[in-house]
């Protein structure tokens, strides 16, 4: 039997096996009466009432705990706070910011894979911020490359070398007071930028597949670290490819890409899809680099996709 009317408020940090690890509030945080001094993770079951309305907690979720015991830091999970969004995958909720993370050589970047992360991460209120890693293997020509392939999108875009130290600085500054996603395929250094960041909790860090030239995967479930105060982090399960939730048309991707953000009037057509049509500001945003090329192929390449996906 739980203990009398003790409930705590806190944070889903990992889910293994049916059960939920919950890093209680050291700090009010707007929920007055649920502050715990001690943040020693509860593990918890959550109650059938959550199967009964088919509602299931993910990681990051804010929620009550019914404690049974304080002293074995047991208890049910009872109630989910509101999440302000979602993310399929990895499936966790209330992430306030991305890095997307891409090496500049072993493995490849995958531009393509980019830009779909950048949409998909844009669907969910979920702010992205783009690292090519591996500065340091490659020419200054071709990180230049990359880098300004993406300056003109309005995303932050950061040109590191963790294993040099390089960009280190600026992610801490991103990170602070915000729940951030490590997210890209296996193989950038999403694990050795985690342990840079979390020096206390290791993540597996692994090679590159000479075979493949593909990561192999060393993060095998997602679980939410606490690195400093309200500051998470996510260690995802790399992956190598991903589709755009079905809740976005065509004619809507657009708005997903920043650069045609002031094209409104510029276009002769009123709701411009900017793929074919004639006296459009695709050129003109090429033209003065605002628009780099590599983008414009990848956001035709997504259009078609979606404008030939079926509808069933």
């Known amino acids: 039997m739980a203990e009398k009317e003790l409930r705590i408020k806190g944070k889903i940090v990992k889910g293994l ?6 890093r209680p509030y050291t700090f009010d945080k707007d929920l007055s009466g649920f502050s715990d001094t001690d943040d020693t993770e509860y593990e918890c079951r959550a109650r059938g009432l959550f199967r009964k309305d088919g509602v299931k907690p993910l990681v990051g979720d804010d929620c009550v705990v019914e404690v049974i015991s304080s002293e ?15 993310l399929l995958r990895p499936e966790v909720a209330n992430v306030d910011q991305a890095l997307i993370i891409m090496a500049l050589s072993r493995p490849e970047p995958n531009f393509n894979l980019l830009d779909r992360l ?42 590191a070398a963790f294993h040099e130290g390089i960009g280190v600085d600026r992610i801490k500054e991103l990170i602070k007071g915000k729940t951030t996603a490590l997210c890209g395929p296996s193989g950038v ?12 909790r290791k993540s597996e860090t692994g090679d590159v597949s000479e075979k493949i030239k593909r990561g192999r995967h060393t993060t095998r479930q997602s679980e939410l670290i606490c690195v400093g105060e309200d500051t998470f982090l996510l260690d995802t399960p790399g992956f190598s490819s991903i589709m755009i939730e079905s809740g976005i048309e065509a004619e809507d ?5 920043p650069e045609f953000s002031g094209c409104e009037g510029r276009c002769r057509f009123n709701g411009c899809t900017h793929t074919s049509e004639p006296d459009c500001c695709r050129e003109g945003l090429i033209a003065e680099g605002k628009l780099s090329k590599l983008r414009y192929e990848n956001y035709k390449a997504l259009f078609s996709e979606l404008k030939n996906r079926r509808k069933w």
């Open 189 to 200: 250094g999403k694990s050795t930028l985690f342990n840079i960041l979390s020096p206390v």
């Open 17 to 22: 096996g049916g059960f939920y690890y919950v």
């Open 118 to 159: 950048l949409v998909s991460i844009e669907l969910n209120d979920v702010t992205p911020v783009i690292v090519f890693n591996k500065a340091d293997t490659v020419s200054a020509e071709d990180a230049d490359y990359s880098v300004g392939a993406y300056s003109g999108s309005g995303y932050e875009v950061i040109c």
């Open 253 to 257: 991707l657009r708005f997903y890409y």
């Open 72 to 86: 074995a830091r047991t208890g049910y999970v009872t109630e989910l706070i509101t999440r302000k969004n979602r």
